[in-house]
């Protein structure tokens, strides 16, 4: 039994959204987040990859109101 806590690396976000190929959640390493937001804030649009390989953009789903 090695199983000691690192509190580092191993917080995820989840991002509240499902892989279209294969339905897993999509979570995210909380470094990962950081960069996945940036972009969406700067782009309005980023790209995951799920676990079964498949590419998933977001889209900004801020509330902006555009009127
Ligand atoms: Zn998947």
């Known amino acids: 039994m090695s199983a000691k806590k690192q509190a580092n690396s191993d917080d ?11 339905g897993t959640r999509l979570y995210v390493s909380v470094p990962q987040a950081d960069a996945v937001i940036a972009s969406l804030e700067r782009t309005g649009a ?8 498949q ?9 902006r109101r555009n009127d």
């Open 12 to 22: 995820v976000v989840d991002m509240e959204l499902h892989c279209v190929m294969c």
């Open 46 to 53: 980023a790209i995951m990859i799920c676990v079964c390989g």
């Open 55 to 63: 590419a998933q953009i977001i889209r900004c789903k801020l509330q």
